[in-house]
């Protein structure tokens, strides 16, 4: 298993994001963990090299430790901007996050939708649109949509991040067919992001063709998360193979494995 | 004076700068984010900015999220 990895780790594959040469493509989430404690476990585990963390208002009546205190050194942080609701809030908290000495990689997350927690990818067009004017890396969270995705690619993002299926939903990719048209169209990475339930799924994700997968909910509520993200880091690392090797086609009907000449009962 | 903090009234503060109001609230400061009515305050500038009465100042940090 580690010797796939590394050979996998060791090729010439690795995915170009704000100029940076990425060699693991699972983007892994901190929310919802049990405990602080096990986060740097579980980045350690899944391999990733691309972390996700929110900010919020402190709270001193129950102070919790800073979550930065867990990344492992040399993690490219990815603050999202989950609590805006537009495109103005969205500038603010990414701009914040950057004072916050975080990098210039964000998250682009507009959401006003609270049932399912959709995107609004009006907002999150204009809120891209401003920070990559100012100089930021821009990773925006989307409805799969092809236009704009377009417009989001002229706007000057880094790579579009999809959902599959309603955040924190574990219901896998539900989105299949709008996110392979993306992959189609679309030159930037596709990171399929939110609603990944199942290691099997990031695979199918990277099968078609994804750049990489980005998974918090699904590895956090595991009965074991450390043991989670392995899997889905090898998930990731097996999809990414097939999607290389080009996978046969497809047909209805069958075709024999094995030569339909010289039976035994011929002639 | 009174002031705001994360959209809660603090009464009767007296004089003070922004690191010493983050100090009395046990917040560590070296990884907040702290912003003082809508602008971002660099952690530089907190020994030497006093708050004044009706400031609304935000004190933000980093949690695990997706």
Known sequence: MND????????NDSLLIGGVNLRSRLFVGTGKFSSHEIVPQVLKASGSQVVTMALRRVNWKSPQENILNYMPPNTIL????SGARTAEEAVRIARLAQAAGCGNWVKIEVVQDQ????PDNWETLKATEQLVNEGFVVLPYMSPDLGTARRLQDAGAAAIMPLGAPIGSNRGL?????????????????????????PSEAAEAMEMGAAAVLVNTAIATAADPVFMAQAFRLAVVAGRLGYLAGPGERRLE?????????????? | MQIVVNGEAQEDLSECTVFQLLESLAVTPKTAVVELNGKILTQEHWQDTLLRADDRLEILVFIGGG
Do not use: C, W
């Open chain 1, 78 to 81: 990815l603050p999202n901007t």
């Open chain 1, 115 to 118: 049932r399912y927690l959709l």
């Open chain 1, 4 to 11: 796939i990895i590394q050979s996998i780790n060791s090729s």
């Open chain 1, 254 to 267: 069958a075709e024999a494995s094995s030569p339909l000449t010289g039976f035994l009962q011929e002639g």
């Open chain 1, 174 to 198: 539900q989105t299949k067919e709008l996110i392979r048209i993306l992959i189609e169209e679309i030159s930037l990475p596709i990171i399929v992001d939110a609603g990944l339930g199942r």
